[in-house]
């Protein structure tokens, strides 16, 4: 059975960190990339991080410099350090599972939520 569990949202102050977490199970993970989304409340989700099955990334201009990106092959887990939170920064979190070739290998998991507020 395919999974892809996001943990680690919160309420977190101005300029504090979080780290997220992206579990999967069902999968050969390791061959598949990883990307982290975000939607705030009234807006279009957008992509914000990715992890390539190669371990390149590429990251959203708003992430750059604050946010990271990694991933343990054998835990089965991506990993979003989010440092030097702004408010705009509050969203839900999704994490995606894509298979570069096979496209219907494609999933997502719930979200978590993550407010940035004093």
């Known amino acids: 059975q395919v999974q892809v569990v996001e943990s680690g949202g919160g309420l977190v102050q101005p300029g504090g960190s979080l780290r997220l977490s992206c579990a999967a199970s069902g999968f050969i993970f390791s061959r598949f990339h990883i990307h982290w989304y975000r939607q705030a409340p009234g807006k279009e989700r957008g992509l914000v991080a990715t992890i390539n099955s190669d371990d390149t990334t590429n990251y959203a201009d708003s992430a750059k410099g604050r946010f990271t990106v990694s991933r343990d092959n054998v835990q089965k887990t991506v990993y979003l350090q989010m440092n030097s939170l702004k408010p705009e920064d509050t969203a839900v979190y999704f994490c995606?599972?894509?298979?570069?070739?096979?496209?219907?290998?494609?999933?997502w998991g719930q979200g978590t939520q993550v407010t940035v507020s004093s």
């Open positions: 995606r599972a894509q298979h570069p070739s096979v496209f219907s290998w494609d999933y």
